[in-house]
C-alpha cells in the first residue's frame, strides 16, 4: 500500500511503483460484512481517508422508494419502517440488514400486484436469512407493517 511517497513495492515483481502526478485511488469497502480473512488491517486502513456512510433520513429514503418504483409514498413510508424496525434489531442470524435495494425490490413487487406482506416477505425476509425462527420474526415484523 502506497503511503505520502505515492509509492508501491511489489514484492512478486521486485519493482517499485510510483503514483503519477494527479493519481489517487478510491477504494470502497463495508467494515464488519463478513468478518473474517478480507477485513482490512488496522495499519492498512490508517492509510486511507475514511468517509462514512448510513441510511438516508427515513423520509428521504422512502421518496427514493417511491421514486425508484413508481408506489405510492405510502408503501414507501411502511417499507422504510419495517427497515428501520429490522435495522435495529440485535438478530445473531443476520449477516446484512434490510437495504434500501431490498425495499425498492419489495415495492417493485407491489407495483406489479404482489400484496405487501408477501412482497415484504419475498423480497425483504427471504434475501436476509434461511434461519427459520428468524424467517417467522421478521414476518411478524412485515405483518405489523402491512
Given at each position: ?146
Amino acid at each position: 500500500m502506497a503511503d505520502h511517497r505515492r509509492e508501491l513495492f511489489v514484492d512478486r515483481h521486485d519493482e517499485a511503483l510510483r503514483a503519477s502526478e494527479g493519481f489517487a485511488l478510491v477504494a470502497s469497502f463495508n467494515p464488519g460484512y463478513r468478518r473474517g480473512p478480507k477485513d482490512l488491517k488496522p495499519s492498512t486502513r490508517q492509510r486511507f481517508v475514511a468517509i462514512g456512510m448510513h441510511y438516508p433520513d427515513p423520509s428521504i429514503e422512502a421518496e427514493i422508494v417511491a421514486r425508484e418504483t413508481g408506489t405510492e409514498a405510502s408503501v414507501a413510508k411502511r417499507l422504510v419502517t419495517l427497515a428501520t424496525k429490522i435495522r435495529t434489531l440485535d438478530v445473531a442470524g443476520l449477516a446484512e440488514t434490510a437495504s434500501t435495494r431490498l425495499l425498492v425490490a419489495a415495492a417493485r413487487l407491489v407495483m406489479a400486484g404482489v400484496p405487501p406482506r408477501a412482497a415484504c416477505r419475498a423480497a425483504i425476509v427471504e434475501p436476509l436469512t434461511d434461519d427459520a425462527a428468524t424467517i417467522a420474526a421478521l414476518g411478524d415484523l412485515c405483518d405489523l407493517a402491512f
